[in-house]
């Protein structure tokens, strides 16, 4: 493999951008290990749409932790392979800038450094970005009912938060891509213009 050859991708977005999609799909088409986020296995995240006042933090804590143990262990066991994941480590200390409050959050970034030096930074962080009307229609698609209570105020209150990080990435190459018409889930030519443009990141 040559030297700098990527060898950790990270896909992410707002909600309902297709990160897991793509993840996914590009592992597939690039044989590597793939990382996919186990948010299905938080109990306290369909609470938090109910009452994100009251379990703002307990989630944001869980999904810390749950994110540091996963990407921990791939690490250590991956050997020389590429891996591909559908969220960046540092989602975490973006979506608790949304919802905690500033005393939570200064306790919750006290904890979040301590952790986040011991994870790889990737070498590229490709971002899928799409406007609040179409990710409120992938949320709607998917139909998890606890994403229901989902309001534009807060996807772009996240948007903002991604933004504010993308601009000050310095340890990955960031690739954004506007894939507000692009359907690279049914429409082949669209995911090969994407893998296209990420493997030309990545060399």
Same mark, same amino acid.
């Given at each position: 493999?040559?030297?700098?050859?990527?060898?950790?991708?990270? #896909?992410? *977005?707002? #909600?309902?951008? *297709?990160?897991?999609?793509?993840?996914?799909?590009?592992?597939?088409?690039? *044989?590597?290990?793939?990382?996919?986020?186990?948010?299905?296995?938080?109990?306290?995240?369909?609470?938090?749409?109910?009452?994100?006042?009251?379990?703002? $933090?307990?989630?944001?804590?869980?999904?810390?932790?749950?994110?540091?143990?996963?990407?921990?262990?791939? $690490?250590?066991?991956? %050997?020389?392979?590429?891996?591909?994941?559908?969220?960046?480590?540092?989602?975490?200390? !973006? $979506?608790?800038?949304?919802?905690?409050?500033?005393?939570?959050? /200064?306790?919750? &970034?006290? $904890?979040?450094?301590?952790?986040?030096?011991? #994870?790889? /930074?990737? &070498?590229? !962080?490709?971002?899928?970005?799409?406007?609040?009307?179409?990710?409120?229609?992938?949320?709607?698609?998917? %139909?998890?009912?606890?994403?229901?209570?989902?309001? =534009? =105020?807060?996807? +772009?209150? #996240?948007?903002?938060?991604?933004?504010?990080?993308? /601009?000050?990435?310095?340890?990955?190459?960031?690739?954004?891509?506007?894939?507000?018409?692009? =359907?690279?889930?049914? +429409?082949? +030519?669209?995911?090969?213009?994407?893998?296209?443009?990420? !493997?030309?990141?990545?060399?």
């Amino acid at each position: 493999m040559a030297e700098n050859q990527i060898t950790y991708i990270v #896909i992410e *977005g707002n #909600i309902g951008a *297709g990160k897991t999609t793509l993840a996914t799909r590009l592992a597939e088409h690039m *044989g590597a290990a793939l990382v996919l986020e186990e948010f299905a296995e938080n109990a306290f995240l369909p609470q938090f749409y109910t009452n994100p006042e009251k379990y703002g $933090f307990p989630l944001e804590l869980s999904f810390m932790a749950a994110r540091y143990h996963q990407l921990r262990k791939t $690490f250590e066991e991956k %050997g020389s392979g590429v891996v591909v994941s559908d969220y960046h480590f540092h989602k975490s200390k !973006l $979506f608790a800038s949304v919802n905690l409050d500033p005393a939570e959050l /200064e306790l919750y &970034q006290s $904890f979040f450094h301590i952790v986040s030096a011991q #994870i790889p /930074e990737p &070498q590229l !962080l490709v971002y899928l970005d799409k406007d609040i009307q179409t990710l409120q229609k992938n949320i709607r698609k998917r %139909g998890r009912p606890f994403e229901t209570a989902i309001t =534009d =105020d807060y996807l +772009n209150k #996240i948007t903002g938060e991604y933004q504010r990080f993308l /601009e000050t990435q310095k340890k990955s190459r960031v690739l954004k891509l506007d894939t507000n018409n692009s =359907d690279f889930i049914a +429409n082949e +030519n669209d995911f090969k213009t994407i893998v296209n443009a990420i !493997l030309s990141h990545s060399y």
